[in-house]
């Protein structure tokens, strides 16, 4: 069974940045892409950013491409999402997901397994 514990999210003004983690166990992580989405009150989850847990190859929307980095530690089963120059449109609930399969895969209905999800507010 997969678990994923995300942490990290808080209150900060704009422009500011937080560092968000995902602690995974479960099923070997081979062969699987792991994603940020985040959902915004009233609307649908979105994708934020992914990467191919072998290949290192990484994606991200283009409202965060350029302010958001995705990363892993491998050894210690651990996905990251650094948030910088952080927007008030930022605000959401972000979730971290985990998948096998193909990496262009951006759709969070593809996507197997989810963390509960952290807050994160950005004040103007």
């Known amino acids: 069974q997969v678990q994923l514990i995300e942490s990290g999210g808080g209150l900060v003004q704009a422009g500011a940045s937080l560092r968000l983690s995902c602690a995974y166990s479960g099923r070997s992580l081979s062969g699987s892409v792991m994603g940020w989405f985040r959902q915004r009150p009233g609307q649908e989850r979105e994708h934020v950013a992914r990467i191919g847990w072998n290949s290192g190859r990484t994606f991200y929307a283009d409202s965060v491409s350029g302010r958001f980095t995705i990363s892993r530690d491998g050894s210690k089963n651990m996905l990251y999402l650094q948030m910088d120059h952080l927007e008030p449109e930022d605000t959401a609930t972000y979730y971290c997901?985990?998948?096998?399969?193909?990496?262009?895969?951006?759709?969070?209905?593809?996507?197997?397994?989810w963390g509960q999800g952290t807050q994160v507010t950005v004040s103007p």
């Open positions: 997901a985990f998948r096998y399969g193909l990496e262009y895969v951006s759709d969070p209905a593809e996507f197997d397994d």
